[in-house]
């Protein structure tokens, strides 16, 4: 089977590294090399032994003939739709100029002008459309497999095609191990310009129930961006404090997603032992899923979870929606990292399960 040109990557946890008999844990994933390593599915052996689905996506051959479906999926859209997609070299949303007579926008990145891909927008007439998810979306990546539970790639990304400052080198490695399924990224200047960099990963969590309203969320964060609505879904330049409201789920246990319409994007993250934490929990499949990163460039959190669909979405991310906006004010982090000729830095978010009661 291969998608984006690319063999799907499987990797199988490897003995005695995969989660104790007993208790849940990873043991399965494919990856895609041939569309810029996105995450199609990750395996859950949950307490009872069963395996499961962790990602909401359709079966290999099915996904080969969404993604390989030719004009629909402009600019790697697609990517997004399922599975798991890596976000680079920013993640959520870039707003410009609409380009007339061409599907791109004119931006502004810290005083240069880049065109963009205008790949998404508002649904409703009139609404805005910009650019969304990074430049890598339908990217392949030449990789290697040196072992069964790991997957590595080098992407001379360049100046992803005339659209970025400076030029880029991307490495990724996934890896099974312990039970949790592990990504990690490194983006390294070798141009001779500032590189604004901004990487995330984009993972839909089935629900094994499929018992949406009962969902728990747990996310630690003092802030939410406000937007103007769920349609453009973009930033007003407002922050947000969560204590006490609908979008607080930094207790404990986390709070029921009931029938709360989820498109935000959450900041000012409590961590938790150096580590930016959410969980996804699941009560009546008695199992949760828990994203960690240590990383101290992810500063933002996207949730996505419409009620009427049996998965959550969690971006960790190191940037806000538009951070290059003027919507902003001038004393909010935005998140963007920004690397010096010869720099570089890494993003890593590690995949782990385990029960919980009913």
Same mark, same amino acid.
């Given at each position: ?43 859950? #052996? @949950? *307490? ?5 689905? %962790?990602?909401? !996506?359709?079966?290999? $051959?099915?996904?080969?003939?969404? &993604? +390989? ?45 880049? #065109? @963009? *891909? ?5 649904? %409703?007439?009139? !609404?805005?459309?910009? $650019?969304?998810?990074?430049?890598? &979306? +339908? ?67 089935? &629900? ?151």
């Amino acid at each position: 089977m291969r998608i984006g040109g690319a063999p799907v990557v499987r990797l199988t946890a490897e003995a005695p590294a995969g989660a104790p008999a007993g208790t849940p844990g990873f043991v399965e994933a494919e990856i895609l090399p041939g569309r810029g390593m996105m995450t199609l599915q990750a395996r859950l #052996r @949950l *307490p009872s032994g069963e395996i499961v689905d %962790a990602l909401f !996506a359709p079966p290999a $051959a099915e996904a080969a003939r969404e &993604l +390989d479906g030719g004009a629909e999926d402009f600019a790697g859209n697609k990517a997004f739709a399922f599975g798991g997609a890596v976000l680079a070299p920013f993640a959520n949303r870039i707003r410009g100029r609409a380009l007339p007579g061409a599907r791109e926008i004119e931006a502004d990145l810290d005083g240069r002008t880049a #065109r @963009l *891909p205008r790949n998404w927008g508002g649904k %409703a007439p009139g !609404a805005e459309q910009y $650019a969304m998810h990074g430049l890598i &979306l +339908d990217a392949p990546v030449p990789f290697e497999q040196p072992s069964p539970a790991r997957v590595t790639g080098v992407l001379e990304a360049g100046d992803f095609g005339g659209r970025w400052p400076s030029r880029a080198v991307l490495g990724f490695e996934y890896r099974l191990e312990d039970g949790a399924l592990a990504l990690s990224i490194t983006a390294r200047n070798v141009g001779d310009e500032t590189l604004p960099i901004g990487l995330g990963w984009h993972p839909y969590f089935a &629900l094994p129930s499929g018992q949406r309203r009962q969902a728990r969320l747990r996310l630690p964060a003092d802030l939410r961006a406000e937007v103007n609505d769920y349609d453009e879904v973009l930033p007003t330049g407002r922050l947000s404090p969560t204590s006490g409201g609908p979008y607080d789920f930094g207790g404990p246990d986390g709070a029921a997603l009931g029938d709360l319409y989820l498109d935000d994007c959450f900041t000012g993250l409590r961590r938790e032992d150096g580590q930016a934490v959410v969980d996804v929990r699941d009560p009546a499949a008695g199992v949760g899923l828990r994203l960690a990163s240590r990383s101290p460039h992810v500063k933002a959190i996207q949730v996505f979870a419409p009620p009427d669909k049996p998965f959550v979405v969690v971006e960790p991310q190191f940037n806000l929606a538009d951070p290059f906006g003027a919507v902003w004010p001038r004393e909010v982090d935005t998140g963007m990292a920004r690397l010096q000729p010869g720099e570089q830095l890494s993003y890593d978010v590690r995949l782990s399960a385990f029960a919980v009661g009913t």
